[in-house]
């Protein structure tokens, strides 16, 4: 799969190094050991920090090609960073999962209750970060919170319901993930003092590219192997969360013989027979176009931007998501 093209910017080596410091600094507590071990251990794993890379190429989009961003800006990409870091603490207890990024998951290791409270510092720390970098930010990030919430309680809702349906599907999608690449650029936009028709413009990019980011990964879901995943192919659907193209397969004429298959009580054989009937069927190429519209729409929206290194790069970026539908399906 081609390298994501918001990490071949001139000052992408020296921004992922600032990412990182910045990340394991804010978590740091001196006097405190335990506390900064179970607070980092998802940010030692590693990780492709999108959202800090989308507000520096954001506010990188203001500035000549190759002059770095204030480390202003990426902090603020850190805070977004921090709140999707713990939302995954979270999420590992609702799921009981025990790994994470190929490392035991915080709640595996430490239990539910530890993993609980250090998600809710990183939090607390991302709070503080946005607090420092005006009403604003700290304004945007605490609304970004609330919709990751209500996104994640929307699709509690709808968990191994066979009925479904887009307008159940986009509102949960958009809470969850594309709040935070929508935060991230906007906050890019609005620590690098851009005019305000750029800061939503490059808003409503984020919350494009968040749509279609998410679009893509549920095809991976059901079209990647599992080793290409890391996890099982088709996870989504034997935890009872049924993405854009099981939803497409359902309305189709494979809906009968797909819906016995999901269940609170399905079987290894049922996941595999599930994925085969939407890998065959019409769900995949429908939701592919949909995310190419979600694709198309950022593109054109991002070109209004600018047309520097980093405005460029964030529009490649789109295009890099389609690849990698196109490289596990070829």
Not at 54 to 71: M, N, T, Y
Not at 88 to 103: F, K, P, T
Not at 260 to 275: F, V
Request: proline fraction near 4%.
């Amino acid at each position: 799969m081609a390298t994501n093209p918001l990490t071949t910017l001139p000052t992408a080596a020296a921004d992922t190094l600032r990412v990182e410091e910045t990340l394991l600094s804010t978590v740091h507590i001196d006097g405190d050991p335990y506390l900064t071990e179970v607070a980092s251990h998802l940010i030692k794993a590693g990780g492709k920090r999108l959202r800090p890379r989308f507000a520096i190429a954001a506010a990188g989009c203001a500035l000549p090609d190759g002059v770095p961003v204030s480390l202003d800006v990426v902090r603020g990409g850190v805070s977004v960073e921090l709140v999707h870091i713990g939302s995954l603490y979270h999420d590992d207890v609702m799921d009981e999962a025990v790994l994470r990024r190929q490392v035991e998951s915080v709640n595996a290791r430490w239990g539910n209750l530890r993993a609980i409270l250090a998600g809710d510092y990183l939090l607390a720390k991302a709070s503080e970060i946005a607090a420092d970098l005006g009403v604003e930010v700290a304004g945007l990030l605490a609304t970004t919170i609330g919709k990751l919430c209500q996104g994640q309680v929307a699709e509690l809702q709808t968990l191994y319901d066979t009925q479904r349906s887009e307008d159940q599907y986009f509102p949960s999608i958009e809470g969850k993930t594309a709040s935070l690449y929508s935060a991230a650029a906007r906050i890019g936009g609005i620590v690098s003092e851009q005019p305000d028709a750029a800061v939503d413009a490059l808003t409503e990019f984020g919350r494009l590219y968040g749509m279609a980011f998410q679009v893509v990964d549920d095809i991976l879901d059901v079209t990647a192997s599992d080793v290409q995943l890391g996890k099982p192919a088709g996870n989504d659907m034997l935890e009872g969360v049924y993405s854009l193209p099981v939803i497409h397969t359902l309305h189709s004429s494979l809906g009968p013989d797909l819906r016995p298959l999901l269940s609170d009580e399905m079987t290894q054989t049922d996941r595999l027979d599930a994925i085969e009937l939407v890998r065959n069927g019409p769900g995949v190429a429908s939701a592919l176009a949909v995310a190419e519209r979600f694709v198309g729409q950022a593109k054109t929206v991002v070109g209004a931007v600018g047309t520097n290194d980093a405005a460029c790069a964030l529009g490649a970026a789109c295009d890099h998501l389609l690849e990698s539908v196109a490289a596990v399906t070829a």
